[in-house]
């Protein structure tokens, strides 16, 4: 899926996301989100979409969101604005791919329900791990195909149609296994039925 695909994608989802894929994600979201006010300091996410996520952040902590999409964007900033999130310090539009903060910047950086979406998802895994501070964390959530059952059958059969639904059903685990820095430290999962699969990843020193 290359990023004009994504683009499209985005601009259709956006009037609709918050009470369709949005709601199929919400408990996930939230866990995530949960665990993340544990800690301190920075956060980056990355693909914030509509902001269904920011009132959720504790205030002690400095949130940062990117999206590629304007689309996603304008109904994040509406967010920001109207529930005045002070905790969220910047919202920018930017490719994921090549993130315009300097290395070890962000405490935490987290990525829900995106790497099966965007163009080249191991640069966009690298460019996250670059951005964390060595001991921080890199946290993905996302649905991870299946070797074998329903779901499987499922998830090939959709497989095809990754341009047209947004998202790559059949994306695989491995993928997101390629930067020795990271280091995984817990590997969970997610209703509904397991759907998706929390991820946290700590960076270590080179």
């Given at each position: 899926?290359?990023?004009?695909?994504?683009?499209?994608?985005?601009?259709a989802?956006?009037?609709?996301?918050?009470?369709?894929?949005?709601?199929?994600?919400?408990?996930?979201?939230?866990?995530?989100?949960?665990y993340?006010?544990?800690?301190?300091?920075?956060?980056?996410?990355?693909g914030?979409?509509?902001?269904?996520?920011?009132?959720?952040?504790?205030?002690?902590?400095?949130?940062?969101?990117?999206?590629v999409?304007?689309?996603?964007?304008?109904?994040?900033?509406?967010?920001?604005?109207?529930?005045?999130?002070d905790?969220?310090?910047?919202?920018?539009?930017?490719?994921?791919?090549?993130?315009?903060?300097?290395?070890?910047?962000?405490?935490?950086?987290?990525?829900?329900?995106?790497?099966?979406?965007?163009?080249?998802?191991?640069?966009?895994?690298?460019?996250?791990?670059?951005?964390?501070?060595?001991?921080?964390?890199?946290?993905?959530?996302?649905?991870?195909?299946?070797?074998?059952?329903?779901?499987?059958?499922?998830?090939?059969?959709?497989?095809?149609?990754?341009?047209?639904?947004?998202?790559?059903?059949?994306?695989?685990?491995?993928?997101?296994?390629?930067?020795?820095?990271?280091?995984?430290?817990?590997?969970?999962?997610?209703?509904?039925?397991?759907?998706?699969?929390?991820?946290?990843?700590?960076?270590?020193?080179?």
């Amino acid at each position: 899926m290359d990023l004009k695909a994504v683009l499209k994608s985005y601009r259709a989802w956006a009037p609709i996301y918050d009470k369709t894929f949005g709601a199929v994600s919400s408990v996930g979201r939230r866990r995530t989100i949960g665990y993340l006010n544990t800690l301190q300091g920075r956060v980056l996410e990355v693909g914030i979409g509509t902001g269904l996520s920011l009132e959720h952040y504790a205030p002690h902590l400095d949130v940062t969101g990117i999206d590629v999409s304007p689309d996603m964007l304008r109904k994040a900033q509406s967010k920001v604005d109207g529930q005045k999130l002070d905790h969220v310090t910047g919202i920018h539009q930017m490719d994921a791919r090549a993130l315009d903060f300097p290395d070890d910047h962000f405490d935490a950086v987290v990525a829900m329900f995106l790497i099966s979406v965007v163009p080249e998802p191991e640069k966009v895994i690298s460019e996250m791990a670059r951005v964390c501070k060595k001991g921080g964390e890199v946290v993905l959530v996302n649905h991870f195909a299946r070797d074998k059952g329903a779901l499987s059958l499922a998830e090939k059969a959709m497989a095809p149609f990754a341009t047209t639904l947004g998202w790559h059903s059949d994306f695989e685990f491995h993928r997101t296994q390629g930067q020795d820095n990271l280091v995984i430290r817990e590997q969970s999962q997610f209703p509904p039925m397991g759907l998706f699969t929390f991820l946290r990843m700590e960076k270590q020193a080179a």
